[in-house]
């Protein structure tokens, strides 16, 4: 289980134990989206039947959701030959009121036909190092996460990391020719916005970014917005704005053994785990040090 996309948060105010935590997710399990229903979510096993998967204090979760597939278009095509059927019986066109009723009714019976996908979230929960991240490249999607672990009985604060150099201006700094920090190498991907215009975009990819066109844009306004790096040469991602990993691939990871699927599970997990509790740090450190929601700095467990 590799996380692809980072939605960092800091974590405060975490009491929970591997079987407590267990105990609140299996209040709201994933149930099947049937009948009417257009969603349904709930939580599964990362890997097997336990909803909270503990390994050495690391805790890792998975939030799933059942959705039907109903297009808009097909509601839109039911509904207008549903319409002439009425106008055929009738004599004459629904009404605006009779029309919604007829989509309504549409809508209902499409849906206790339609198809359902199953999509996953996972996210990893290290209460000893404050973080709380999210596998996923949308903030929406991992504010959901968090909203329904909440609503699952779990007491905690996240908060979106924030850094005292926000990503944008170290991402500029570091084209513009500042020096990159240590462990840090810039890759070949990046996005440059113009200060005044936010539609204005240029985007390079598989790309030597030290370049002259590069700070000429720079120079001219723009800002970096998305910069693809290295991290100690194990784990390369493009940094976003705001605090946003997202395109981790981790390099010259361990093979496991196949034949043991609970022990790949783990190995993969452990080495996940430790990577980013020393990644995340670092990143901040290169971010001029982590706000605190509260006030002052906060120093992250493992930070270098």
């Known amino acids: 289980m590799w996380f692809k996309n980072l939605q960092v948060f800091r974590l405060t105010n975490w009491h929970l134990s591997a079987t407590a935590l267990n105990d609140q997710l299996a209040l709201r399990p994933l149930q099947e989206c049937l009948g009417g229903d257009a969603q349904s979510q709930g939580w599964v096993g990362p890997q097997d039947d336990r909803l909270a998967y503990s390994l050495a204090g690391h805790f890792f979760i998975t939030l799933g959701t059942e959705k039907k597939l109903l297009p808009g278009t097909v509601v839109t095509q039911y509904t207008a030959a549903k319409a002439k059927v009425f106008e055929e019986d009738h004599g004459y066109r629904p009404s605006k009121k009779q029309l919604r009723d007829i989509k309504t009714a549409v809508h209902e ?16 929960i290290d209460p ?12 929406a999607r991992a504010d959901e996460l968090l909203t329904i672990l909440r609503q699952s009985g779990v007491e905690f604060s996240a908060t979106p990391i924030k850094t005292h ?30 200060r005044e215009d936010e539609r204005a975009k240029v985007r390079y990819a598989h790309h030597t970014l030290d370049s002259e066109g590069i700070r000429n844009h720079i120079s001219a306004g723009n800002e970096v917005t998305r910069l693809a790096l290295t991290w100690a040469d194990k784990i390369s991602f493009v940094l976003h704005e705001p605090f946003q990993l997202k395109r981790l691939a981790f390099i ?8 043991d699927a609970q022990e790949a599970f783990e190995s993969d997990l452990a080495l996940m785990s430790g990577e980013l509790s020393r990644l995340l740090p670092d990143l901040i450190d290169a971010l001029g040090g982590e706000v605190s929601p509260v006030g002052g ?8």
Do not use: K, Y
């Open 109 to 124: 019976e499409l849906l206790r036909r339609a198809f359902v996908v199953r999509q996953t979230t996972p996210a990893w």
């Open 297 to 304: 700095d906060v120093v992250a467990e493992g930070s270098h």
């Open 165 to 194: 150099r926000s990503p944008v201006a170290a991402m500029t700094g570091w084209l513009a020719g500042d020096e990159l920090p240590a462990l840090f190498s810039v890759d070949r991907d990046c996005e440059l916005r113009a």
């Open 252 to 259: 010259g990871t361990i093979d496991t053994n196949p034949e």
């Open 128 to 139: 000893a190092g404050g973080w709380l991240v999210v596998d996923s490249p949308s903030p």
